[in-house]
């Protein structure tokens, strides 16, 4: 699992001539997108961004130096650069924040035009950035990407930078660029060069097998990990990528497991008589919360993610479950419905300090932290099951779906974009989407098969 | 041979009768049997058997909740009483008791629900004598509906407990 994308400093023969160029024109000029207007973060960020809704993004294929074979792509890297292109598109379509126009429909740029765009050529058309990029085929079949991003109106250069990838890892360097233009327009930390881990179900409602799974953030590389022979749920990536927490069935009765990516081994966390299961791990991934039930009063506990003695968290008469730490570690959200159903808690770390913050009707559950603290996701239950944000005190409740039944909602890692799994009246069918904290924009996933529980892991290195 | 033809014909009536009824009528009131009087029919399941547990049971090995809810109602008493008469009559047999809850809540806290449940069902039995070493739990959560709608029945025959004798 060494999943290091080498960076690279575009020294190359095209760059080079455009280094100057840039140096001639500094993106310090350029027009700065309202996004980093809203310094303190979520709540501007999320009320204002109609205004640039429409930010045309022409993204053209990427072009190459010498068509040659690469294990990338059966008809060379000319065609590679067509769908590296296409990926960069697909990330930044489905946002909200761009109208993004891909390769299909575009003039495809020399070599020698990347660093020197044709400017009239774009000029004639509506959008107002411009992507390109190319990659080129080493002598050692590795791959290097490099990607630009231009304002067109001022004719200058916003933002470049290139990778080193193996040809298996292509899509990656295409994740690294849509998430280098991103973060350029909006401000905001990248997320689409990132992991999902799921629970894959097929079959009937009342036969439905539940198997866990991963993919990458765009549903491509898609792998299921179990087999399906025991029901698999809640599946957690740890901060490094290198394992997944998770519950499954496969002795008969709930238990925690931890499957490690690199050797495909498992690991019970706790020895334990009693159920345990929604697990979640600590921001440095040093501990691992868990829920377990004796007599069937079910606690939070958490126990270090290496082994050892568990520490009970909570101790009231009820059901205390799931979990989520603060980004800085020294809080959890829970759920307890200590005082009747359910609602949302926080407490300190160890447990100390348990208060309630929901207080606003309805049942409240799976409350998840926001990675940048400010904001708790979680599913309001007031007839329908429906995805909301509020704050850590309890205030600006806001609804984000509407569907029949939503839950279950992890953040993208830089905490604007919400995933969640909807449940379809009757049939049970069960789908992945994303919704950002406007609530304006929301997207189903594509999965091979019925598709809950998601959980997204951190932008790879 | 035509007693159990019978037996069998009674049992799938009262499935089907379960399964289209109202929550409120859950579940179907069997005649009342005593079962300690009963020797089974030569050709039916073998005594102390899970299949001779359920043809006595005739749908008391199943106790259903109000939504969110778990506690022992008086039907759910009279049944575990049942349950309780049989495994006393076999005090080798061990049980398994599955917690189940509706679709309509969030999955962990359903499977603590279902958790909870169980133990509700456990916890009457051991109250009637039954050694707690011979009664296990687990719950599913929201995993395993038998009743397949989404609408108030369903969800009813959902919210349950059952009772499964190991053989």
């Known amino acids: 699992m060494k999943r290091y994308i080498a960076f690279v400093a575009l020294f190359f023969a095209p760059i080079a001539a455009h280094a100057q160029t840039g140096a001639a024109a500094p993106p310090a000029q350029v027009v700065v997108p309202p996004g980093d207007d809203d310094e303190g973060g979520l709540t501007g960020s999320v009320t204002d961004e109609s205004a640039w809704q429409d930010l045309g993004i022409a993204i053209p294929s990427f072009a190459t130096d010498a068509n040659v074979a690469t294990p990338a792509n059966s008809e060379g890297t000319a065609a590679l650069g067509r769908e590296l292109a296409r990926v960069i598109t697909a990330d930044l379509r489905n946002n909200g924040l761009f109208r993004p126009v891909g390769p299909d429909s575009l003039p495809r740029p020399t070599y020698t035009e990347i660093p020197a765009p044709a400017w009239g050529t774009w000029q004639a058309r509506s959008a107002e950035m411009l992507v390109q990029g190319y990659v080129r085929a080493g002598t050692d079949g590795r791959l290097t990407v490099g990607c630009y991003l231009y304002d067109i109106a001022l004719q200058s250069q916003l933002v470049r930078e290139g990778w080193v990838v193996q040809p298996a890892d292509w899509r990656r360097a295409a994740h690294k660029c849509a998430d280098l233009i991103y973060s350029r327009l909006s401000g905001e930390s990248p997320f689409f060069d990132s992991k999902i881990a799921y629970i894959a179900e097929t079959g009937p409602k009342d036969k439905r097998v539940k198997r866990l799974a991963i993919m990458d953030s765009d549903g491509a590389n898609h792998r299921f990990i179990t087999n399906g022979q025991a029901t698999a749920l809640t599946p957690r990536y740890s901060p490094d990528y290198s394992k997944i927490v998770y519950l499954s069935y496969m002795n008969g009765n709930p238990r925690i497991y931890i499957y490690d990516i690199g050797s495909g081994r498992q690991t019970m966390v706790t020895q334990s008589s009693n159920p345990t299961f929604a697990p979640r791990w600590s921001p440095d991934g040093k501990w691992i919360l868990y829920s377990m039930a004796v007599g069937g009063n079910t606690d939070i506990y958490r126990v270090p993610a290496t082994g050892g003695e568990s520490q009970r968290l909570t101790n009231t008469p009820g059901i205390d479950v799931g979990g989520s730490y603060s980004p800085d570690g020294t809080k959890i959200v829970f759920e307890s419905d200590r005082s009747g159903s359910q609602q949302i808690y926080i407490m300190n770390a160890d447990g100390s300090d348990q208060r309630r913050i929901s207080f606003f009707g309805g049942r409240a559950a799976t409350p998840e932290w926001s990675p940048r603290g400010d904001q708790i996701a979680f599913t309001h239950i007031a007839g329908d099951l429906r995805v909301a944000v509020m704050s850590p005190g309890g205030g600006g409740l806001r609804h984000l779906t509407n569907g029949w039944q939503d839950e279950a909602p992890p953040w993208s890692p830089n905490g604007r974009i919400i995933q969640f799994f909807r449940t379809e009246r009757n049939s049970g069918n069960t789908s992945l989407w994303q919704v950002d904290l406007t609530g304006r924009n929301e997207r189903r996933l594509p999965t091979p098969v019925g598709a809950s529980d998601p959980a997204w892991g951190p932008v790879l290195p | ?167």
């Open chain 2, 1 to 167: 041979m035509r007693n159990t033809v019978t037996v069998l014909t009674v049992v799938s009536a009262l499935a089907l009768a379960g399964c289209a009824s109202k929550p409120k009528e859950l579940p179907p009131q069997p005649a009342t049997v005593d079962g300690s009087g009963q020797v089974p029919p030569a050709t039916g399941p073998i005594p102390g058997s899970n299949a001779d547990f359920l043809a006595q049971m005739q749908g008391r090995n199943v106790i259903y909740f109000d939504t969110d809810k778990f506690d022992i109602d008086a039907d759910d008493a009279n049944a575990l009483r049942t349950q309780a008469q049989w495994l006393q009559r076999y005090p080798n047999k061990r049980a398994t008791i599955e917690g189940h809850a509706d679709e309509r809540g969030t999955r962990e806290y359903n499977i603590a629900l279902g958790e909870r449940r169980a133990n509700s069902a456990k916890n009457y039995l051991v109250s009637l004598g039954i050694d707690a070493g011979r009664l296990g739990t687990v719950s599913y959560g929201k995993e395993r509906p038998v009743a397949l709608g989404s609408n108030e029945s369903a969800w009813a025959q959902n919210r349950r407990a059952v009772t499964i004798t190991i053989d």
